[in-house]
């Protein structure tokens, strides 16, 4: 356990220790301080927060560009929806049924490709397609009701039930923060060991790596397949605190490139990026929209141009994303960079 | 004594050209061996088939009493042969320690194992003071001392070096060739190299093996491979006429 411990607070100043200890410390307290609302964007950003560094395993420490993530989120989500609906199973069963289904189909698509060497655009078109075919799939899928959605049971519940995830915001806001933590803890672990620096290796320079006696095709698989079952919970997060699933929603192509907004702007193959990315994007798009509506303005659309922009200001001006940016000039180390 | 690298009649074509034809030859275990050759000889084509990343067409290539031919890149190193790039492949995002770190990880669990693994390399190789820098910062003599030091981190029995000399100053040359030395006497690392750098060459190997438009033209001592008539036309003629 200290040897857990030491490897986690490696490396890390104490100045750093103090500001993570701050963040904490102020999101733990923000449920009591802020509205619902706020609560709900939080969540937004957590959930966001959440998936960018599911995500960033696989594209910011192995170099694979995804652009189907929405398909594990979608696979997870369904998975434990279906389960609880039909037969009353808890959504952390249903997890662990979805973990291993999501990590399969992330094996099926990293098989086709690093088998077959496909790399590069023509990877991130493969995952493209993937998500694609679920989502087409899923809307001609009658065991979970196709194209009319998958609704789960919504009440009015006296008391936060966090077995069954039924309850309030203010529950929901602390499962997912609890996951962003554990996501991060995870990221920072992954990234120190020996398989983060094959990862690394692979990301830089695959021909390379090979050289040093890297088994590519094995650490590409361990990569997309942690991601995936990783993303999962997302899903599984979002099945029930939405309480509705549509296929053309959750394996939208949409779904995926909002989870990686976080982490490009934030800082793709950083630990801390994708957390800063999501909070600086959702919390202006929020802003936008506050602002739009205050002056009476409906403009369908607005937060996706907002988005295109932020995209084309960071890729502009600090094309490794904010947070190594901001990092180097507070004298940050952060372990992925 | 018993070859450690033992090649016979490996050829390879692309298309219509004839790459390398028929070559065979042995290196015995802690030899410095050199190939040299005009440009266009063979020789970084004969090295990526030794080390994996070019198929052969035609004959054997056994290592340690194993046949190593055909193997992917990855399989040859973790069986004990690394190498250098010519033109060189630093992971450039990573700093020059981790670099070296990433290779000693191959035979190792721990990363604090591998990190001290690392240093002492980089202390071998007049790096350990820029260990933390970008790998992509470094100059070009610094970046083939890191392609060695990186290839050292895997633990090889055998070390192919391709052209760690060209683009060195003759005081950086002599020195890598101080190094080099150092490390086959220290720790019986077998040495196969190719080199343009007669200085390094003659300096160096124990055994040269001269490629010609893909043939083994002669081989032999260093010494007499210079005296060689077939060689001193094809390759060296300019040098010492």
Redesign the interface.
């Known amino acids: 356990m200290s040897t857990f411990a030491a490897r986690l607070t490696a490396d890390v100043s104490r100045r750093t220790m103090l500001w993570l200890g701050a963040l904490f410390a102020a999101l733990v307290v923000a449920p009591w301080v802020v509205n619902d609302y706020f609560v709900t964007v939080l969540i937004l950003i957590l959930y966001l927060a959440f998936t960018g560094q599911a995500w960033n395993i696989m594209m910011g420490f192995t170099g694979q560009l995804s652009l189907g993530h929405a398909i594990y989120a979608g696979l997870g989500a369904y998975v434990a929806a279906a389960l609880f609906t039909r037969y009353g199973v808890a959504p952390w069963f249903g997890l662990l049924a979805a973990m291993p289904v999501a990590a399969a189909c992330g094996a099926v698509i990293g098989f086709l490709a690093f088998r077959f060497g496909v790399t590069g655009v023509y990877f991130a078109i493969l995952t493209i397609a993937f998500a694609e075919f679920a989502r087409i799939g899923f809307d001609h899928l009658d065991i979970v009701n196709a194209a009319a959605g998958l609704f789960l049971p919504v009440a009015q519940y006296a008391h936060n039930d966090l077995w069954r995830l039924r309850g309030s915001p203010t529950m929901f806001y602390y499962v997912i923060l609890a996951a962003t933590i554990a996501a991060f803890v995870l990221c920072r672990l992954l990234i120190?060991?020996?398989i983060g620096?094959?990862w690394?290796?692979i990301r830089?320079?695959e021909?390379?790596?090979?050289?040093?006696?890297?088994?590519?095709f094995r650490y590409k698989m361990y990569a997309v397949t942690i991601s995936a079952a990783v993303t999962s919970f997302a899903g599984v997060f979002y099945a029930f605190f939405y309480n509705n699933l549509f296929p053309e929603q959750v394996f939208n192509i949409s779904q995926s490139i909002q989870m990686i907004l976080g982490p490009v702007i934030g800082g793709v193959g950083t630990l801390f990026g994708p957390i800063l990315g999501a909070f600086v994007l959702t919390s202006l798009a929020e802003s936008l929209n506050s602002a739009l509506t205050a002056m009476g303005l409906d403009l369908p659309g607005a937060e996706q141009v907002f988005y295109g922009v932020c995209l084309l200001v960071v890729v502009a001006a600090l094309p490794e994303g904010i947070w190594p940016w901001l990092a180097q000039r507070f004298g940050i180390k952060d372990a992925a960079s | 004594m018993t070859a450690l690298l033992s090649l016979t009649a490996v050829s390879k074509r692309f298309r219509g050209l004839v790459a390398v034809d028929r070559v065979s030859f042995d290196v015995a275990e802690g030899a410095l061996f050199a190939v040299i050759g005009p440009n266009g000889a063979g020789k970084t084509t004969l090295f990526n088939m030794i080390a994996g990343a070019t198929i052969p067409d035609d004959g054997a290539i056994v290592f340690a009493g194993e046949p190593i031919g055909g193997l992917p890149a990855d399989a040859v190193c973790r069986r004990g042969v690394a190498r250098t790039f010519q033109l060189v492949r630093p992971f450039p995002a990573l700093s020059v320690e981790d670099n070296v770190v990433v290779g000693a990880l191959l035979h190792r669990r721990s990363v604090d194992a591998a990190r001290d693994h690392a240093r002492e390399l980089l202390r071998r190789l007049d790096l350990f003071d820029k260990r933390r820098r970008r790998a992509a910062t470094l100059t070009l003599p610094d970046r083939k001392r890191l392609e060695v030091a990186r290839a050292l981190a895997t633990g090889p029995r055998l070390l192919l070096l391709d052209e760690v000399m060209a683009g060195l100053r003759p005081t950086e040359t002599d020195r890598m060739v101080a190094t080099l030395r150092e490390l086959n006497r220290e720790t019986g690392v077998t040495i196969l190299l190719i080199e343009h750098v007669m200085r390094a060459v003659m300096a160096l190997a124990s055994r040269v093996l001269v490629l010609d438009h893909g043939v083994a033209i002669a081989e032999g001592a260093p010494e007499a491979i210079v005296r060689d008539p077939a060689v001193v036309q094809s390759y060296l003629g300019a040098e010492t006429a």
């Open positions: 120190t060991s020996r620096y094959f690394l290796a830089e320079d021909e390379a790596a090979r050289a040093v006696g890297i088994d590519t």
